[in-house]
């Protein structure tokens, strides 16, 4: 006669609720963990997704996630040059915030180097790749910008032609594809007043000095657009991405690239760990102990939990032992009833969790590894909270029962 | 007759506390019930009646003496020479002053559990459940739980499951005090039939003078010291007793 399910049939109300709130509380240490995987996830994910094997970014820069980096757009030229190198690609990167509906839309702009990149790569679930130089964007859908949307981005007006699906920084901002050219734009964008006095202070520091006083036709050209200026630098871009080769030796490829003065070059691990170490590491720290924290406050409520329901079962426990109940039968009571509400508590957690993780504004990534490592935590803290009802339970005699 | 007592006791004392404290709650109650033999156990309250059955339960070990069960020494002293959860499922059924019955069983499964905690199977166990139960006058009351059975259903069913295991000992604290006059008698019959049937030896503490006729064997105790007394003796000790408390410490 297994007494734990007796126990539980008869007070079944109850164990309902107290199971359902250690189903709620695993369900957040659960969380928890999606989110600290989620984090490693968005960290890593740009840059698995690029497919880059090496990073080429401005000299001592620790590369365009972690902060600026600015390098020519000619590096690609000279990266493309390396022998070994297969593809050498531009790559422009940075976090906008405008307001759209009144409310604030922030973004990852990452540029794609058109024509050679069209942003094939994306994980696309809906829509095309971009088609044309211009005008185009490729948005994730945590943005909330429907296929067709047509968005105001500084002076120009962008059509939303693709959606991916879960493409986010590491701030979980949703990430938004443009071509190189758009990138920048969107980036370098300034107001016409701006444009106007800069002009009108480039002439005017022009007419200050000798040359300028003497060669109208170069005060003339001070005062025109940038681009017009040779001595003025073309807009910069964050770094180059290249693509080693198939048999070429990439250490050869780092060693050429290292002894250029002005870059730094990463390959795709160290980029990786420049994220987790120095991006991410502080939250992921703070989620983990706080993940650890959560599961052994889940412990010490079950353990409480458990010993509240063996005090309630203290009569019956020693009549029990008036009748002649050995130790194990009893013992099997309360470790029964701790096991099945922690199975029962995980199994809540983890169905509660597939419905409400999509909601979380952070992605949630629940791995195989991580659910089986929970389920034996929840199997070893079920045990050891059960460990203080038992002692009660133990150290309770028959004669108690004698006592009405 | 038999090679062994059911049930047999010598100079048993339990002692509470020291020094200016101490109590003597039983003083050399010797006693022997055989096999077959039905004894009832009167005296007024704070004789130490309970006390002695607790004793003689191996729920309460006495302070010293020796109790022996079917010719086997379980208790010298304080000392228990079994186990004595284990020798009370197999040996003796007891039953409370008050019904106890497990608060999240039914009323079958309080019958069934003390037979399947000494490996009865779960088919026999439960008919034999319900012929217990059905003998007691409960049997339709077999699914319901405690607080759902009045204070008398409860205590019959207490009864059943004392008497579950066919036990070689059975004790029962004023097993009827919560039953009618017409239904306690029955429940003391059962035990007198139960004694000779099964050949058990059976100890019940009562206050209940109606039914004294059934025993055959009467002890009074008094001041923790039991004599043998005859049932026209106690009745007149009962009588006598002023306080009319359930005589149980």
């Known amino acids: 006669m297994n007494l734990a399910s007796r126990d539980i049939r008869h007070n079944l109300g109850r164990f309902a609720l107290t199971t359902l709130g250690i189903g709620t509380l695993l369900m957040i240490v659960m969380g928890m963990g999606g989110i600290y995987r989620g984090l490693i996830f968005e960290a890593t994910m740009l840059v698995d997704e690029v497919g880059a094997d090496l990073w080429i970014v401005q000299r001592a820069t620790r590369g365009p996630f972690a902060e600026i980096s600015r390098v020519p757009q000619t590096m690609v030229d000279r990266v493309a040059a390396v022998p070994g190198v297969e593809q050498a690609r531009q790559f422009v990167y940075h976090t906008v915030q405008r307001e759209r509906d009144g409310k604030p839309l922030r973004m990852a702009v990452l540029g794609l180097d058109w024509p050679v990149d069209k942003g094939a790569w994306l994980p696309l679930v809906a829509g095309r790749a971009l088609a044309q130089n211009h005008f185009e964007m490729i948005a994730d859908r945590v943005l909330k910008l429907p296929l067709g949307e047509r968005l105001r981005l500084g002076k120009e007006t962008y059509t939303v032609v693709g959606l991916t699906q879960g493409m986010t920084d590491t701030s979980g901002n949703g990430f938004a594809f443009f071509t190189v050219q758009d990138a920048q734009a969107v980036q370098f964008d300034r107001p016409g007043e701006a444009i106007r006095l800069e002009r009108a202070a480039r002439e005017a520091r022009t007419g200050t000095v000798d040359i300028g006083k003497t060669q109208p036709a170069l005060l003339e050209r001070a005062g025109g657009p940038a681009a017009g200026i040779p001595v003025l630098p073309p807009r910069e871009i964050s770094a180059v991405i290249a693509r080693v080769a198939p048999g070429a030796d990439d250490s050869a490829i780092v060693s050429t690239l290292s002894g250029w003065a002005d870059v730094t070059v990463y390959r795709r691990e160290a980029e990786n760990d420049l994220l987790l170490l120095g991006v991410v590491e502080k939250a992921r720290r703070q989620l983990g102990l706080f993940r650890v924290l959560l599961t052994i406050v889940s412990g010490i409520i079950m353990a409480l939990i458990l010993y509240t329901l063996t005090l309630d079962k203290l009569h019956d426990i020693a009549l029990l032992k008036l009748i002649g109940a050995p130790n194990r039968t009893i013992l099997g009571l309360i470790l029964q009833q701790a096991l099945a509400m922690g199975a029962l508590g995980y199994g809540i957690a983890y169905l509660l969790g597939l419905r409400l993780f999509p909601l979380f504004p952070r992605r949630v990534v629940l791995t195989s590894d991580d659910l089986v490592q929970l389920a034996v935590v929840v199997g070893g803290i079920s045990v050891l909270a059960s460990l203080l009802g038992i002692w009660k339970a133990l150290r309770v005699q028959p004669n108690v029962a004698l006592m009405g | ?249």
């Open chain 2, 1 to 249: 007759m038999f090679a062994h007592p059911a049930i047999e006791t010598t100079v048993l004392t339990k002692v509470y506390g020291s020094g200016h404290t101490e109590v003597v709650a039983m003083r050399d109650a010797t006693l022997c019930v055989e096999p077959g033999q039905c004894a009832a156990l009167i005296g007024p309250s704070g004789a130490g009646k309970s006390t002695f059955l607790t004793a003689v339960g191996l729920i309460n070990p006495p302070t010293a003496g020796q109790i022996r069960i079917a010719g086997q020494l379980v208790m010298d002293g304080p000392r228990a020479l079994t186990d004595p959860r284990r020798f009370r499922r197999q040996h003796i059924g007891y039953v409370t002053q008050k019904a106890n019955l497990v608060g999240f069983l039914t009323a079958r499964e309080n019958v069934e559990l003390a037979m399947r905690l000494n490996g009865v199977s779960a088919s026999p166990a439960r008919r034999r459940a319900l012929e217990l139960l059905d003998y007691l006058g409960v049997r339709e009351r077999a699914d319901g739980y405690p607080p759902e059975l009045s204070g008398g259903e409860q205590q019959r069913v207490a009864i059943a499951r004392a008497l579950a295991n066919r036990p070689g000992v059975v004790l029962a604290d004023e097993p009827t005090a919560a039953l009618d006059g017409h239904r306690g008698r029955q429940v003391m019959e059962l035990f007198q039939k139960v004694a000779h049937e099964q050949g058990a030896g059976i100890i019940v503490v009562t206050h209940d003078q109606r039914a004294l006729d059934v025993f055959d064997v009467i002890y009074e105790m008094e001041d923790g010291v039991i004599r043998r007394g005859s049932a026209r003796a106690a009745e007149a000790a009962l009588a006598g007793a002023s306080d009319g408390g359930s005589g149980s410490t």
